[in-house]
T-cell receptor
Framework: DTGVSQDPRHKITKRGQNVTFRCDPI?????LYWYRQTLGQGPEFLTY????????KSRLLSDRFSAERPKGSFSTLEIQRTEQGDSAMYLC???????????FGDGTRLSIL | DQQVKQNSPSLSVQEGRISILNCDYT??????FLWYKKYPAEGPTFLIS?????DKNEDGRFTVFLNKSAKHLSLHIVPSQPGDSAVYFC??????????????FGQGTTLQVKP
């Protein structure tokens, strides 16, 4: 399977705990994106990497959120001190360039108890 | 401020007929538009895209039409099949100094194709 892979698929945690998600993009894609989707809405942009450089962050990405893409390969998204409002589907996408479609993983569904 | 809007939350069509899904946008800087299909518990799957220099793009049963003056695009599926039943998202991106290619999505339209 050469698509975008995300792990874990589901995460249930208590409020206040830290969580980390992983995304493995399509191998030849240098652009990587994180989005968040809540029920009944379309995905909302969180952050963008070109290779290892994080070039844009949405205002949705509070100080509790941090993302990395070491060596320009896989990426991680960490949420510290989780809150109820963080419950959502976190989607990762990758593309080979502007004007090329982004391909999405199946997401990580986060549930905060 | 919803820059991409899909005003129809749902659409029901008979198998074999045409499905037309609509999308409106407000940002005149958008120059690349995409349609995605999403099944439950899966990520969005890319269907078809169109650049602002074109007004039509076709791929098999799927055709996307772009009307820049009206800031409107539509996705035509013909003939519709039961397997097309899913949520369809319209998305757009804008060139600019940042040139990140980030996508702005509509709220989605749930298509049901009845056998």
């Amino acid at each position: 399977d050469t698509g975008v892979s995300q792990d874990p698929r589901h995460k249930i945690t208590k409020r206040g705990q830290n969580v980390t998600f992983r995304c493995d993009p399509i191998s030849e894609h240098n652009r990587l994106y994180w989005y968040r989707q809540t029920l009944g809405q379309g995905p909302e942009f969180l952050t963008y990497f070109q290779n290892e450089a994080q070039l844009e962050k949405s205002r949705l990405l509070s100080d509790r959120f941090s993302a990395e893409r070491p060596k320009g390969s896989f990426s991680t998204l960490e949420i510290q001190r989780t809150e109820q409002g963080d419950s959502a589907m976190y989607l990762c996408a990758s593309s080979s360039g502007v004007g090329q479609p982004q391909h999405f993983g199946d997401g990580t569904r986060l549930s905060i108890l | 401020d919803q820059q991409v809007k899909q005003n129809s939350p749902s659409l029901s069509v008979q198998e074999g007929r045409i499905s037309i899904l609509n999308c409106d946008y407000t940002n005149s800087m958008f120059d690349y538009f995409l349609w995605y299909k999403k099944y439950p518990a899966e990520g969005p799957t890319f269907l078809i895209s169109i650049s602002s220099i074109k007004d039509k793009n076709e791929d098999g049963r799927f055709t996307v039409f772009l009307n820049k003056s009206a800031k409107h695009l539509s996705l035509h599926i013909v003939p519709s099949q039961p397997g097309d039943s899913a949520v369809y998202f319209c998305a757009a991106s804008a060139r600019g100094s940042s040139n990140t290619g980030k996508l702005i999505f509509g709220q989605g339209t749930t298509l049901q194709v009845k056998p």
